[in-house]
């Protein structure tokens, strides 16, 4: 074969690129081929950042990660990636990677061999089990965890050691949503799909800065909206943010006064003729939170919601609320889409409530381009957690410790007996760390979270978790939690343990095993199991000898259930780009819409001629709810006269131990800082780069201004990465009555010049 | 900030980007730092595109403007983070990292980078606006 310098280059670069892309090369002599490119191997992967679920392909070369880039095969992300995701593969050979056991000793941790630390973490469990019963231990687990993790942790907590502090991060960011979807439509989890984004005329974006917290969905949103110039945005958001680069509307409310106004554009709904009467008469029922009542019972409690009142509430014209309602109500079909500004308050499940009531008013739900659509902040919150049942009160397949028969069909699956399972619920996050706090919790095993760092009002928790006898297993160190605990456990960081994760639209994806795991680092599961066997429960672990045997497990808790994962076996999910439940069988597509004619559960004898048949709720009927307008717990006052806003940015992810490693992420933004309207900045001398001290109720921070055009006058937002500035030392730690979940939203605050 | 030095080598910073799209650091960790790519020394306390704004802002607006822009595909997405990695100029392996499905016509038209085509920081053809 010959060919000319000129031929040999461009067939070089042609090559070159195609072997970076994972592509057959585009000539056939292998001779041209890079030979930087050359035996790289790309597995089908998930992003561990949020919950998004874009797939990721991770490049391997002998053995080493070589590269990332996004699965043109997935639909979710068709090959584009975040700013976070495009560096995954430099998170797994991150400097603070932990390589090997270690254990404290005087005061100090030292490194140790697996065999002593889990000898001593299995004996102190265990003396702690006998002197003091199954209620002084404690899991906390993550939305971060694969499935089969939180599968096998709460199987041996609440199974075996008999407890039901069994509980998750994902307490602090979706169990709002959670009790919001159960209490109006019967079942956790979105009723649509990211589907309904290329269908969608109007998206609601309410308590959610989609550009920077899932910047992916972000863009098949802009992409919507830029083919279809129609497509309307609208916020409802205290603070600007990039997201409203492409806003139709804001409605720039004060932090934690939202409520009314969800009230307000239903009263105008109904007035202004844009309800659903067939929808509702057909597949909805109304309630005040205790008692059944009438639609006119609602529109009497809907009076008091004038746009007046509503915009006296949140501090904005009531001209906007009006226009906001007249949107929705006008274009066919609507989307709203929410995270952590509705979910982390006091009123959270209530405002997911008012939510929903909207488009069940309007009948905008199961049907291509509508859905009450909440975007979930980890990538495996829905899948482990709410699926799995890896909270205090659930068990896996979205069933209940309270329920007797549930009890009953997991403890034969668990190979347990139902009384091993306490019928009552354990200790929600918040109430677990108050028990680790007065010393009723005396030994707590973490897994894949940094509550050291993630949890509120952080100077009432730091002092007992230091005291309690603290399991960590973590993939980096120090972190503020493993800096603090007994025993720190090395485990497999993405890409070196297989698994499945569970995204926001109910679609479960598997995740390829691509390497040897760092150092000494072990699989979370065997650690879990080598535990279970250390403390004697040996012979009903023991049969778990991959990954895929605890799926096939956690399968069978699926099984004739709404999140049927029947025909989603390992087999399959390897092949496909996820499946979205209800899946029961290997030949079923999985589920667009819920509770519509294309859902296999959907009872067509008892639905009849009705669109929709909420079959989880008595009737079939979903549920209006006529919720009070309750405000933040803590107003802000004459002392703390600024309200606290807290959240994140898009180059950064939690608590920083992953994305904290990649210098161009913290090159966007690399010191923490407080975000201060210019007016309020003027108003108190301050510049930007000048130090402040924020104080509120529980604790003071200093930390650098930035004057900036996007908290409303009178709030400041302060981001909650950086390790060394704890946001949570300010925040509150008061908690939605039903969903336990906390209010870091809304703090009232005082700003000084520092 | 000390902006009269930084000013100068920004200057020839810019001098820099106007072959075109300047970058990556892309999704292919095996990438070697070039010795003569040195981004000058600045105050590293300030966020990229915050500094870039004010000192280069024709640079800031033509990417601000872009798609990349508008999905906040920041400057060290290509440049690196100036101090560990700096890349003046793209490579394509980057861009792949995401628009792998381009691949195709990428192959069909016969170049060599994706900047033979893709205009600087707008990412616009280069024959658009003209």
């Known amino acids: 074969m010959s060919i000319s310098r000129r031929e040999f280059l461009k067939a070089s670069a042609l090559t070159a690129a195609a072997a970076a892309i994972g592509v057959e090369p585009l000539l056939n002599s292998k001779t041209l081929a890079a030979a930087a490119q050359e035996g790289v191997i790309w597995h089908k992967s998930v992003c561990r950042l949020c919950g998004a679920g874009c797939g990721v392909m991770l490049g391997v070369k002998d053995g080493k990660p070589f590269g990332v880039r996004g699965d043109k095969e997935n639909t979710i992300n068709a090959g584009i990636l975040c700013v976070k995701a495009f560096y995954l593969h430099k998170m797994i050979t991150a400097k603070n990677r932990l390589l090997y056991p270690m254990v404290r000793k005087d005061g100090k941790l030292v490194r140790a ?508 009927k979903a549920v209006i709810f006529a919720r009070p307008d309750k405000g933040p717990e803590e107003p802000t006052s004459a002392d703390y006269p600024i309200a606290l806003t807290t959240g994140r940015i898009l180059e950064q992810w939690h608590t920083m131990t992953m994305t904290g490693q990649v210098p161009e992420l913290v090159r966007a933004n690399p010191n923490p800082y407080v975000e201060i309207n210019p007016d309020d900045a003027k108003a108190w001398g301050i510049s930007s780069r000048d130090k402040v001290k924020l104080t509120t109720k529980r604790g003071s921070l200093t930390v650098e201004a930035k004057v900036i055009d996007r908290p409303r006058k009178g709030t400041i937002f302060l981001p909650w990465h950086w390790p060394e500035s704890l946001t949570n030392i300010l925040t509150i730690d008061a908690v939605d009555p039903g969903s336990k979940e906390p209010e870091y939203k809304v703090a009232a605050c005082k700003v000084e010049k520092a | 900030m000390k902006k009269t030095p930084y000013l100068i080598t920004s200057l020839i910073f810019v001098s820099l980007l106007a072959a075109g799209f300047v970058t990556n650091s892309g999704n292919n960790s095996t990438q070697q730092l070039p010795p003569k790519d040195k981004h000058p020394e600045v105050d590293w306390s300030i966020g990229c595109a915050e500094c870039h704004e004010e000192m280069t802002p024709k640079v800031f607006q033509e990417w601000n403007e872009s798609r990349h822009g508008q999905v906040n595909f920041g400057c060290y997405i290509c440049h690196g983070d100036g101090q560990e990695v700096f890349y003046k100029k793209g490579k394509d392996e980057g861009c792949l990292g995401c628009h792998a499905a381009q691949e195709v016509n990428y192959k069909q038209l016969k170049v060599k980078s994706c900047f033979d085509c893709h205009n600087g920081h707008t990412l616009k053809f280069h024959n658009e606006n003209k």
């Open chain 1, 113 to 620: 061999s697996w065999d002593e630390a889990m000898n001593l973490v299995a004996s102190r469990f265990k003396e702690i089990l006998e002197k003091h019963g199954p209620d002084a231990l404690a899991y906390y687990g993550s939305g971060q965890a694969q499935t089969e993790e939180t599968y096998l942790a709460n199987r041996l907590f609440k199974g075996f050691i008999g407890t039901n502090n069994v509980e998750g991060n994902p307490r602090l960011c979706m169990a709002s949503a959670v009790g919001g979807y159960i209490s109006s439509f019967g079942a956790d989890e979105p009723i649509g799909t990211y589907d309904d984004i290329e269908h969608c005329e109007l998206f609601l974006l309410v308590g959610t800065n989609t550009a920077e917290a899932h910047p992916v969905l972000y863009d098949r949103i802009v992409s919507r909206k830029k083919k279809h110039p129609s497509t309307k945005i609208v916020i409802i958001d205290p603070r600007k943010t990039p997201t409203n680069r492409i806003a139709d509307l804001h409605l720039q409310v004060k932090p934690g006064y939202d409520l009314a106004i969800m009230h307000a554009i239903a009263r105008i709904l109904i007035k202004e003729g844009f309800t659903d009467e067939q929808f509702i008469k057909d597949s909805v029922v109304f309630s005040d939170g205790k008692d059944p009542i009438s639609y006119d019972d609602y529109k009497t409690f809907l009076e008091k919601y004038t746009p007046e009142y509503a915009a006296e509430q949140a501090g904005i014209n009531p001209s906007e609320i009006v226009q906001a309602a007249r949107i929705f109500g006008q274009s066919p079909t609507a989307m709203t889409m929410w995270t952590m500004g509705v979910n982390q308050r006091v009123a959270g499940v209530f405002l997911n409530n008012l939510i929903h009531n909207i488009h069940l008013l309007t009948g905008k739900l199961g049907k291509p381009g509508s859905d009450s659509f909440s975007l979930t902040g980890q990538p495996n919150a829905c899948g482990g957690v709410r699926e799995g049942g890896g909270l205090c009160h659930l068990l896996p397949g979205h069933r209940s410790v309270e329920n007797e028969q549930h009890r009953k069909e997991i403890a034969e699956i668990w190979m347990t007996t139902p009384e091993k399972i306490q019928p009552k619920p354990g200790k929600h996050t918040i109430a677990m760390f108050e028990g680790v706090a007065n010393g009723d919790i005396k030994g707590l095993f973490v897994l894949c979270t940094n509550p050291a760092q993630s949890l509120p009002n952080l100077n009432k928790y730091l002092k007992g978790m230091s005291d309690v006898f603290l399991v960590i297993t973590e993939s980096f160190h120090p972190t503020e939690t493993s800096k603090i605990a007994d025993v720190v456990l090395p485990v497999a960081f993405w890409g070196e343990k297989e698994g499945v994760y569970g995204c926001s639209e109910r679609r479960s994806q598997h995740l390829a095993k691509a390497l040897k795991p760092m150092g000494e680092a072990l699989w979370d599961g065997d650690v879990l199991i080598d535990l279970a066997k250390r403390m004697g429960y040996g012979a009903y672990f023991e049969h778990f000898k991959t990954p895929e045997d605890v799926w096939n497990e956690y399968l069978k808790t699926t099984k004739g259930k709404g999140l049927d994962l029947t025909g989603a076996p390992y087999e399959r999910l390897k092949k496909v780009r996820g499946l979205r439940w209800p899946v029961p069988n290997v030949n079923h597509p999985g589920t667009g819409h819920r509770f519509t004619e294309g859902d296999p559960l959907f009872p067509k004898d008892k639905a009849g001629s009705r669109r929709m048949y909420f079959y989880a709720k008595p009737e079939g």
